[in-house]
T-cell receptor, first 115, second 112 residues
Framework: NAGVTQTPKFRILKIGQSMTLQCAQD?????MYWYRQDPGMGLKLIYY???????DKGEVPNGYNVSRSTTEDFPLRLELAAPSQTSVYFC??????????????FGSGTRLTVV | GEDVEQSLFLSVREGDSSVINCTYT??????LYWYKQEPGAGLQLLTY?????DMKQDQRLTVLLNKKDKHLSLRIADTQTGDSAIYFC????????????FGTGTQLKVEL
């Protein structure tokens, strides 16, 4: 099992450019999440999805968009990159079945720098 | 929403015990979690505790929960250099989506 796969691992963007961070999971998990990690700030939830065709905003959604056309894939789109979006982005998935929520599986992250 | 706070750094000597602390504001979390992040990697679940428990032990790990003070701690016995990492506590917000709120993370450095 690959678990949660994120691509690319590193990326440098210029201000105003756009890009899509890819996330795929092969565990048939219903729930998927995008977090960003900034030094000393912990992880902040950007968007999440409870199933194909369903997405919802998290704590810091501005400047981002998501889609969930399949159970496996949950791409995160940055339309007009800004320096404030320099961060490490983590995708995670969860089975969403019952409690506790120990089904959270994280990808290895995408380190994005906007210059 | 829930706020979860941790101290940023902790340094211990190999073989000593480490205690990482966490405070949270929302007492409705059903479960509280500890995650470990090694350099350049994603987060891995270490352990969790149900909100009606006071303590949970799992090999070298002991989790203590003080609901009155909204305080969670992780004790690592016989700390090894391989334990050097960032440790995050997280609370279950409940409701839809199984969303977690993470603390700021504590960087544990284990010295020889």
């Amino acid at each position: 099992n690959a678990g949660v796969t994120q691509t690319p691992k590193f990326r440098i963007l210029k201000i105003g450019q756009s890009m899509t961070l890819q996330c795929a999971q092969d565990m048939n998990h219903n729930y998927m999440y995008w977090y960003r990690q900034d030094p000393g700030m912990g992880l902040k939830l950007i968007y999440y999805s409870v199933g194909a065709g369903i997405t919802d905003k998290g704590e810091v959604p501005n400047g981002y968009n998501v889609s969930r056309s399949t159970t496996e894939d949950f791409p995160l789109r940055l339309e007009l990159a800004a320096p404030s979006q320099t961060s490490v982005y983590f995708c995670a998935s969860s089975s969403g079945q019952g409690r506790p929520n120990y089904g959270y599986t994280f990808g290895s992250g995408t380190r994005l720098t906007v210059v | 929403g829930e706020d979860v706070e941790q101290s940023l750094f902790l340094s211990v000597r190999e073989g000593d015990s480490s205690v990482i602390n966490c405070t949270y504001t929302d007492s409705s979390s059903t479960y509280l979690y500890w995650y470990k992040q090694e350099p350049g990697a994603g987060l891995q679940l270490l352990t969790y505790i149900f909100s009606n428990m006071d303590m949970k032990q799992d090999q070298r790990l002991t989790v203590l929960l003080n609901k009155k003070d909204k305080h969670l701690s992780l004790r690592i016995a016989d700390t090894q250099t391989g334990d050097s990492a960032i440790y995050f506590c997280a609370g279950d917000l409940g409701g839809g989506g199984n969303k977690l709120t993470f603390g700021t993370g504590t960087q544990l450095k284990v010295e020889l």
